[in-house]
């Protein structure tokens, strides 16, 4: 089960219940509130709960700078990569971290919800240390290392 899973993008106006119907595998969604407003949303699925709480505003900021850390570190040494994926965090206005809950062990479905998800938001999503982009390809992080060089795994 990935472990807590983040989704950045750039339009939060998105997260609304147009998105959640749209979405087969959400069976119901809730806002989480308190006293400050929307905290979150608490969305059902066939095989769990999935908690998505809002990154504070006050909080985004360390949260990009870390990501692009992350980036720069992971991909040094390609230029046009690198280019591309920090051109992909410039317009970042929101960040989601996601909090899972499964009732029985299906990764599968799971992972086919979390590439939707982060698709309808075309958001980027940081998993498994790496970050994947809204089409579901890995952008940066051990699995865009895979995908780019599988001789040197396979060697």
Same mark, same amino acid.
């Given at each position: ?27 119901? !969604? ?118 780019? !060089? ?6």
């Amino acid at each position: 089960m990935p472990a807590n899973p983040k989704i950045f993008i750039t339009d939060p106006s998105m997260l609304g219940s147009k998105l959640f119907d749209a979405l087969p595998m959400v069976k119901s !969604f809730n806002s989480i509130e308190d006293e400050a407003g929307a905290q979150g949303i608490l969305l059902e699925t066939p095989w769990g709960k999935v908690k998505i709480s809002f990154i504070a505003e006050d909080a985004l900021t360390a949260e990009i700078e870390a990501l692009e850390g992350f980036i720069e570190s992971k991909l040094a040494s390609n230029e046009d990569q690198q280019m591309y994926v920090m051109t992909r965090t410039y317009y970042l206005q929101m960040a989601l971290d996601l909090e899972i809950s499964q009732n029985e062990k299906n990764d599968d479905d799971l992972h086919n919800f979390l590439f939707e998800f982060n698709s309808a938001l075309n958001g980027i999503m940081f998993l498994y240390d790496s970050i994947w982009d809204y089409d579901a390809s890995p952008i940066c992080g051990p699995h865009f290392d895979e995908a780019e !060089f599988p001789e040197e795994k396979e060697a």
